[in-house]
């Protein structure tokens, strides 16, 4: 078991898991991060597959109970991310809420490149974990129930 200094805390994270975490600095309430990017840490199981859910509301009123939400899955496996919209409501913010980082943690290879629908982007491999930077609207233009593919990593 590895020691973990006293300042710092230790996190466990179950194979098979896509967290999207929203992305802050120093803000210490949700409400006051609650405008900020989002990334994606992905973590695969022994199958070199993950999956996850993210759940966008204003976060403050009871807006969600009349539609006003999104709620999307990602899916990743050895050749890129996929997401799939599953509600039908339209949630405006996140039109224009942006994934700006994709962290894939235990790539065994670093890809020969990285590519969304329309170009190549800039990545960095290091300790068996690809980081992507990216530009993505969590909800701009997802057709219900249908699985789009996100990134593709070319080997």
Excluded: C
């Excluded at 179950?14 to 409400?31: A, T």
């Excluded at 509301?57 to 050749?79: I, M, P, R």
């Excluded at 039109?95 to 490149?113: E, N, Q, R, W």
Aim: net charge negative.
């Amino acid at each position: 078991m590895k020691w973990i200094p006293d300042m710092e805390q230790g996190l466990y994270v179950k194979g098979g898991s896509i967290l999207p975490m929203l992305l802050h600095q120093r803000e210490l309430s949700l409400l006051n991060a609650i405008k900020n990017n989002v990334g994606l840490e992905i973590y695969p199981d022994q199958s070199n597959e993950a999956m996850g859910t993210l759940y966008l509301d204003d976060g403050d009123s009871y807006a969600h109970e009349k539609g006003s939400f999104t709620l999307v899955n990602y899916y990743y496996n050895s050749t890129g991310l996929w997401v799939e919209k599953q509600t039908e409501s339209e949630f405006a913010p996140a039109a224009t809420k942006l994934i700006t980082s994709v962290v894939i943690h235990g790539v065994t290879k670093a890809p020969t490149s990285v590519r969304t629908t329309t170009e190549s982007i800039p990545f960095t491999y290091s300790n068996q974990t690809l980081t992507v930077r990216v530009q993505i609207a969590i909800d701009n233009g997802l057709i219900t129930a249908k699985r789009q593919q996100l990134l593709w990593l070319i080997n």
